[in-house]
């Protein structure tokens, strides 16, 4: 939560009126309620017909660009809805240069009955929230798929990764999502008990023979009932326990309201506009809440480290910076479709770690390749300053997963200054020793404790090189360019479940060549040995190393990879690439083996940003 009550702007349109000590304008209020709702109404004009048009439809507040708020957040809501659909169509063909198609957004909660002495004053305790807003279709799959499962766990909590997923590719066409944002909002609330006229009140008469009070009402989820073709003996626990506690919950809720009367006005705390209010703070993402207790969000969450106002921010993303959206583009099929494929990773870890990457890592990639721009990292034969591995072992025994083997994500990358400059640090190692410990933060630190580097700082005093052997260095190699050798090989982020293990590759090659170097493996009776094949020097085509990897892995009894999954994970990681030509995304596989794991092995994967990301249409200042 911000330290201060964001409030939406009361504007002409959003400010409530009549009975406007009801009113509440704080984001954590409307949200709530807004996420509370099981269908949404929503308005809009259609220049086909002379009335308004209002839908049911489904929907959630959340934030893929920012995933890690609760409720009182700047938050977007996403609706689900078919491709084809009025609302979907109107959106998708909005004019160019408008901020998207008006919507007028409504949900109510029905708290209670309130029965007084006479007609006109009886009413109800609700809970009721508008939102004014503009809608754009989402376009990318990413953030797609994380808002279609953000809205199913908004249905049943956890529905989504205990059904079959991914959607399939009929599926996401067949399927749009909005995202609306937020301008204004507002909501207004009555709870307690009945109020009548004081000449009512007065009448003894009236008052001993009519009742008054309140009948609490709730929305009661009974015994579920099994389809026709389920093959499932009992209900599953994740369905039971929502059910039962969402129950107890409401009326928990609803008896509630009838001893509120005016609790929920605002309190003595500051209150301000959201758009006062700059933050940077990382997001995890929302799911379902409840409205009367919306302070944390229902979903697992790694502990982070609070940064102080005097800690060196990391970058974040920013989808106006033309070197980020070309970088996210670049990079984003890869760890998407390895993410979905790994059969490691549930679709919330797989929202959490692209967004992670997207925050984290994309800004620190340096300028996009142009005609003045020559990437050079050692991570790649091309220079990108990013690479995917996908790691595969067999499953443990007695392991869930319904598959053989287990696949795990980790990408690397080469941290570049935003302009891309080398001259006064042709080894790049200030750009990695200000990155490093930021991540190693956000990795590994917990609550207000940062990361223990204690190894790294040992390492990192005998790998990097000081001022006056640089200068040694510089004066004994003469390298292709104006760049020596980095001290580091990249930074790797390893994905595990939700959270990312951080590692530190050095290159000991620049120190090698100032101190000389040798090799020692004391106390080892056998080294453990790992084989690097170079694929690219052996196969002819991409097609020719899917092929191998595939007929290796059918002799593993890894099925799922032998029998094609494989393939088509990475034609869909790498949409752009011609797989019949030479190779260049593939560039090593290594093999390994230990009693504990049995057969491992890492593909190593380059984005091939020669091959549709043409270089020539990117040009300086465009």
Known sequence: MPSRELEYPKQPYSTVKRLNDRARYSLETIHGIINSSPFLNVAFQDSSSPFPAVLPMIGQMGSFSRPSADLGDVLDLYLHGYVSSRLMNLARTSPDGEEGTPLTITATLLDGYVLSLTPNSHSYNYRSAILFGYAVPVTDPAEKLWAMELVTNSVVPSRYQNTRTPPNNAEMQSTSILKVKIKAGSAKIRSGEPHDERGDLGNQKIREKTWVGVVPAWTQFGEPVAGGYNQVDEVPRYLESWRVEGNEERRREAYEAVKEGGKGKKGEGEQVAFHEIIRISPLTRPTCLSTRSPRKIRIPIQARHNSSTSDPPIAQYDDNNPNHRYWWTACAPSLTSILRHSQSYTPSQQSLHISWFRNNVIPNLGPRPSSSYRLCSPLNYEGSPYRATWNFCSAPAGSPSPSSVVGTLRFSFDPIPDNGSIKEDPTNQEEYKRLFPLLARECHGKGETN?????????????????????????????????????????????????????????????????????????????????????????????????????????????????????????????????????????????????????????YLAPRLQEGYDLGVVRDGT
């Not at 090989?489 to 060549?513: D, N, T």
């Not at 009776?525 to 002819?540: D, G, R, T």
């Not at 994970?569 to 593939?586: C, L, Q, S």
């Open 451 to 603: 990361a223990d580097l204690t190894w790294y700082d040992e390492v990192k005093e005998h790998m990097y090189l000081t001022p006056s052997e640089q200068a040694v260095l510089q004066s004994k190699f003469i390298p292709r360019s104006s760049q020596l050798p980095p001290e580091h090989a990249a930074i790797a982020i390893g994905c595990v479940g939700e959270k990312r293990v951080l590692k530190p590759y050095f290159f000991a090659g620049p120190k090698s060549m100032v101190t000389g170097f040798y090799e020692m493996r004391p106390g080892k009776e056998e080294p453990e040995v790992k084989v690097y094949v170079p694929l690219m020097q052996i196969f002819e085509t991409e097609e020719a190393i899917i092929e191998g990897l595939e007929e290796v892995w059918r002799g593993f009894g890894w099925g799922e990879l032998g029998k094609g999954g494989y393939g088509e994970a990475i034609r869909e990681a790498f949409p752009h690439v011609d797989f019949k030509k030479a190779p260049g995304t593939h560039t090593w596989v290594s093999f390994s083996y230990s009693d504990r794991t049995g057969p491992y092995m890492t593909v």
